[in-house]
């Protein structure tokens, strides 16, 4: 293998000079320099010191340059602010509205004394009291224009300071970046015609708009509000409300549908679980937690039902409990069927995942909008908005485990004569076993959390309890309350998950 003068293989140097696109020589050697060395080489790279985050964000290193920018940023509104600006506008500001009030005071004062008023003491003490406030301003503005030359200096040796920085780490970076690209080519190299222009124009212009309006506030009014038009909100506000409209005359029927396969869900299991003896109910769950994570997970699941019961949240506890039963066991049976279709088919996991995005980022006080117009308030509307917050996790799960199934294992079964249906049921799913409890974990324990959430809207239960404890600052039974749902958390966190890894 042929090397060049500089030592370097003559397909390293020519792999280097394409990479780094300027000064091919220097860096030749300054990369010698930093590789021969397992500990950090001091370097000085001018050019990366003088332009700062423009030459980061030319070469492609814009984690660097984003974070050099802000500090470059802060240190020319010092120095600008210090320099031109009127640190003190502020409060000459307040003393002329102070100044307005005073004249009104003297007025008033003048005018009592020549009534010969009672007041006139009244308006007296209130005019040296303005204008004690106002020699109290005036002597702050004073402090903070004497102040100008040290914000210019703190900002010129915090300028000076990153430019050297970012000269002394700028080829150890770009060496370290130089190795990454050899060993994967589709990390940029930068010094593209996309990035140069980029890195120019976008450094300028924070640069240049930040400065402006720190160093002359209210100067360019673009620069402090959003340029934008009342008219423009009340259409888009009109608009979205004849859809919601159109929705609601057309699909009350889809609607009605919905709510009466909820309500058949829910009464179910509110007989069940409200209507029931208590003992019964708490005997099953006693020992549905004793068989599925031990005997001393039981004991303690006891001892949770005995506190709802003693004070008084039993009944409260069991309509919250027929609430998140019928929100999860729905979101479940729509959650893993719509993730095992999705985990065999990318395009339309790529297609729904956004909108799952959106119905777990969206606050639950938005989404409870259109809920209401379609649905009304009521249980109905509130197990839809537990829902919509808390489904999305045992899809994604699903997803997960289904995914995460060993391709060998599949083949293996496949070579044996397995069919669709034998590979679904005793292979995929006992693998993704694991996953797809965790995702049904997590749809309970989000469904459970929108409890005080959806009793804004009419759902009873231990939620209606918090809630009002909050409007009328009742501590101690908003504490208790809360309690309550933590034990029923606690609970069916233990059922489903079980005491067995």
């Known amino acids: 293998m042929h090397s060049g003068e500089s030592g370097l293989p003559i397909d390293r140097q020519r792999q280097l000079a394409a990479f780094t696109a300027t000064h091919p020589d220097y860096y030749v050697r300054e990369f010698q320099r930093i590789g021969a060395d397992a500990g950090f080489v001091w370097s ?56 307005g009030t005073l004249n009104l005071r003297k007025q008033q004062l003048a005018a009592a004394i020549e009534n010969d008023s009672d007041k006139a003491d009244v308006y007296q003490r209130s005019v040296e009291s303005l204008e004690n406030a106002i020699g109290g301003i005036r002597l702050e503005a004073q402090q903070l224009e004497d102040s100008a030359i040290w914000i210019t200096l ?85 608009w979205v409300e004849w859809f919601f409209q159109i929705c609601v005359i057309h699909g009350e029927a889809f609607f009605d549908l919905i709510t009466y396969c909820i309500r058949l869900v829910l009464d179910g299991l509110e007989l069940i679980f409200v209507k029931t003896p208590w003992m019964v109910i708490a005997s099953f769950i006693v020992l549905l937690t004793g068989l599925s994570a031990g005997i001393r997970t039981a004991i303690f699941s006891g001892a949770f039902l005995a506190y709802m019961g003693v004070l008084g949240f039993w009944d409260k506890a069991m309509t919250t409990l027929a609430l998140l039963g019928t929100a999860a066991c729905l979101s479940i049976a729509i959650g893993i069927p719509l993730g095992m279709y999705c985990a065999r088919r990318p395009r339309f996991y790529a297609f729904i995942r956004p909108i799952m995005d959106f119905m777990q980022t969206m606050p639950a006080f938005v989404f409870m909008i259109p809920v209401i117009a379609f649905f009304g308030t009521g249980k109905a509307a509130a197990v839809v908005t537990t829902m919509i917050f ?112």
């Open 154 to 238: 703190g900002g010129l040796f915090l300028l000076v300071f990153i430019k050297v920085a970012q000269a002394v780490i700028a080829n150890t970076l770009l060496e370290k970046r130089f190795s990454d690209w050899l060993s994967d080519p589709s990390i940029s190299k930068g010094m593209t015609g996309r990035h140069i222009g980029l890195s120019c124009v976008f450094v300028a212009l924070i640069t240049v708009a930040t400065v402006i309006h720190y160093s002359f506030p209210g100067a360019y009014a673009v620069l402090s509000a959003f340029p934008t038009e009342p008219i423009i909100r009340l259409s888009t506000i009109s």
């Open 44 to 99: 000085f790279n001018f050019w990366a010191g003088l332009l700062g985050p423009i030459w980061y964000g030319m070469r492609g290193m814009w984690n660097w340059g984003l974070a050099f920018l802000i500090i470059e940023t802060f240190a020319w509104v010092q120095i600008i602010r210090g320099m031109f600006g009127d640190l003190a506008l502020s409060a000459w500001e307040r003393i002329a509205q102070i100044e």
């Open 390 to 501: 808390g489904g999305t996790p045992v899809v994604r799960l699903t997803v997960l485990g289904l995914r995460g199934v060993p391709e060998n294992v599949r083949e293996a079964a496949i070579s044996y004569g397995a069919n669709k249906w034998y590979l679904l049921t005793r292979v995929d799913l006992p693998l993704a076993g694991p996953s797809i409890r965790a995702g049904i974990n997590q749809t309970i324990m989000l469904s459970l959390a929108m409890v005080v959430v959806a009793s804004l809207i009419g759902a009873k239960g231990l939620g209606e309890d918090v809630l009002e404890a909050l409007q009328y600052a009742n501590v101690g039974q908003g504490i208790l309350a809360g309690f309550a749902i933590l034990f029923c958390a606690m609970i069916l966190d233990r059922i489903v998950q079980g005491g067995r890894k």
